[in-house]
């Protein structure tokens, strides 16, 4: 059996991933998968020869705040003790991870990243033990080709039959500096001066991000709140344009659900977007940025994409809608092959057997 732990009881991306990965272990290969929420580590009990994995390994053992080390590290020791093999899936959201992060990771028999600029990061961190590339993927809803409108979006739907407006679709569920929010402000209110039909959709969590503020001086609508798979790809495809101007990060799901609904998407030329750079529209990187005060894991910089050409890059689609959808219900095609659930299922399925997690 293998030991899943994740945050079982939260809607958060990691836990949203992990559901996937479990889901399709179970359903494509018959393994026998135990859900563990990470509280649990507080007050395991297990015997010894337990094979583990966790998501995320350092968030788990470390959190997030100086404060919470002392405690988790009481994870790490029991979880030592216990296992057979301990591993599991962590990211990248800077170019460098603290040195005691580099001494965590060293412990596990394995470490997957999503992305191959989080590899490097890792590496270049002193991180020494086996590490795998496994992509983030995406659901078999984009599949869809078509479908009826959910009515908590039928507003989204009436703004823009109803002043034929042209739609940014931009995430901020958390982090607004490091997903690029003070970027997202000034290029739209630019865009917006000269196209005065294109508003901004911000899609946000139920808890509100500090920079929303700024993004609230501009014409932009909000949607708030936990979206299912079928409402997610609705609010992709109502959008005319996906903006992802991360300045760090490992994978950034977003941008290749965008993608994968087909909706032109404008992206950091840096980072992690290389992997799928080329189903995308690159922005230019003016050079390199402090993303966090005092986090204890994530210590380096992050890159600084150019709010100019951001601007400049929405213009452009906005200009040119037909042949931008054209290219990209052509790449469409090609991201949901490459990264369905099913295929990083499988590649999972054999990391976790070449590394004895599974047999």
Request: charged fraction near 25%.
């Amino acid at each position: 059996m293998l030991i899943y732990v994740y945050p079982k009881e939260k809607d958060i991306s990691f836990s949203l991933i992990s559901r996937y990965h479990i889901h399709y272990l179970r359903k494509g290969f018959n393994h026998n998968i135990a859900e563990v929420n990470e509280s649990v580590l507080d007050h395991i009990y297990w015997t010894p020869g337990k094979r583990i994995l966790l998501h995320p390994i350092l968030y788990a053992v470390m959190g997030d705040r100086k404060e919470m080390f002392q405690v988790r590290k009481k994870r790490l020791d029991r979880l030592m003790e216990v296992k057979e093999k301990l591993g599991g899936f962590d990211t990248a959201d800077t170019d460098r991870l603290s040195e005691i992060a580099a001494r965590i990771l060293n412990k596990m028999d394995l470490v997957m990243v999503p992305s191959n600029w989080a590899k490097d990061v890792y590496v270049n961190s002193g991180v020494k033990t086996n590490i795998e590339v496994l992509p983030h993927g995406v659901s078999d809803s984009f599949l869809k080709e078509s479908m009826d409108i959910d009515p908590n979006l039928k507003y989204i739907l009436d703004m823009k039959e109803r002043d034929n407006a042209i739609l940014i679709l931009y995430f901020l569920t958390h982090s607004g500096f490091r997903k690029g929010a003070d970027l997202v402000a000034k290029a739209m209110l630019d865009v917006q001066d000269e196209v005065k039909n294109a508003y901004l959709v911000v899609k946000r969590g139920s808890i509100m991000d500090p920079f929303l503020s700024i993004l609230r001086n501009l014409k932009m609508v909000e949607v708030a709140g936990f979206l299912n798979e079928e409402q997610l790809v609705q609010l992709y495809k109502l959008c005319d344009l996906v903006i992802v101007p991360s300045r760090g990060g490992g994978f950034e799901l977003n941008a290749l659900e965008g993608i994968a609904a087909g909706v032109p998407t404008v992206v950091p030329d840096a980072g992690c977007f290389l992997d799928y750079i080329n189903y995308a529209i690159p922005v230019k990187v003016e050079g390199s940025v402090r993303i966090f005060r005092d986090n204890p894991i994530h210590v380096g910089k992050g890159f600084e994409p150019s709010w100019v050409d951001l601007r400049d890059k929405i213009l452009e689609v906005i200009r040119n809608l037909d042949y931008y959808r054209k290219r990209f219900r052509r790449n469409r095609k090609i991201v949901l092959l490459k990264y369905s659930w099913r295929n990083v299922a499988t590649k999972l399925h054999k990391i976790l057997k070449s590394y004895g997690f599974i047999a």
